[in-house]
């Protein structure tokens, strides 16, 4: 699979307004989850819920139309898709002549799912349900409050603790003070993360201090939630854990990945204030 330094992320590149998929860019997740000692076995399900809000195409008499786009990448797909290559692809539609908004969704679905080497969800909202669009923030305790000292900016699997005197509950907590930075670039990446577990009560200040020590860490956004996963299960080896990040988009698009280790309906797909 292509190598990242391969990709147009970080690069100059020229903007092609006519259907082109080839621009998309396949990122294989094996590399990074071997980092985090993941093997072909994997210990979560779920689904990268991508965002595009700046979707526009021509109609069969050269009207340009709009929506916002939902993508559902599957966590169990053998690849990424690079967010630069994706908006990129996105871009290619834009004089573009397609007779119906079905046809869009169609060519979108085709395109990603080889790609991604697995079947992606598209839906496709048009104007007439912008208004039915909304805000909320992630559901359970915000830990950001809590008053604590920091020194450790690079992942530190080792701040988790876990009260493992105490009796099992089940609970989720929530922050906005995760950041990372794009592998390739260097950019900051900003997010709110929800943590959903049952098991033995997580130490939250150890808990804010881990998230927090993403800060200077590059990754991507999918890479960055499963290594959290992984460290969290590794720790406090609870027995049902949900991880979900809402990351403020970039380039038109958010992505929005979600990991757990049992089975239920996705999150919610509304957007936070800060995306």
């Not at 080792?158 to 989720?172: F, Q, R």
């Not at 808990?207 to 800060?215: E, H, P």
């Amino acid at each position: 699979m292509s190598d990242v330094e391969h990709s147009p992320l970080g690069k100059t590149v020229s903007y092609i307004t006519e259907y082109e998929p080839s621009l998309l860019f396949p990122i294989s997740r094996t590399v990074k989850r071997q980092e985090i000692g993941l093997g072909e076995t994997l210990p979560f399900m779920g689904m990268d819920i991508w965002n595009g809000y700046e979707l526009s195409w021509l109609n069969a008499r050269g009207k340009p139309q709009v929506a916002i786009a939902v993508f559902n990448i599957p966590a169990s797909s053998p690849n990424i898709i690079e967010s630069k290559s994706f908006k990129l692809y996105l871009n290619s539609f834009n004089q573009t002549k397609l007779a119906t908004r079905e046809a869009l969704q169609t060519l979108l679905q085709t395109d990603l799912s080889a790609a991604a080497g697995a079947s992606i969800g598209v839906q496709l909202i048009g104007p007439e349900q912008f208004h039915q669009q909304r805000l909320a923030e992630l559901d359970g305790y915000c830990i950001d409050n809590l008053d604590i000292e920091v020194d450790q900016y690079g992942p530190q699997a080792g701040l988790l603790k876990c009260d493992s005197g105490e009796t099992t509950i089940t609970e989720s907590l929530t922050s906005n003070l995760l950041k990372s930075n794009c592998l390739v670039t260097g950019q900051p990446d900003w997010a709110s993360i929800q943590i959903s577990y049952t098991g033995k009560p997580i130490n939250r200040e150890s808990l804010l201090r881990y998230l927090i020590s993403f800060r200077n860490h590059n990754e991507f956004h999918e890479q960055c939630v499963e290594r959290i996963f992984v460290d969290i299960m590794r720790d406090c080896a609870p027995m049902k854990l949900a991880v979900y990040a809402r990351y403020t988009r970039r380039g038109g698009l958010d992505i929005n990945p979600y990991r757990c280790n049992f089975s239920g309906p996705l999150p919610s797909n509304l957007r936070g204030a800060r995306q």
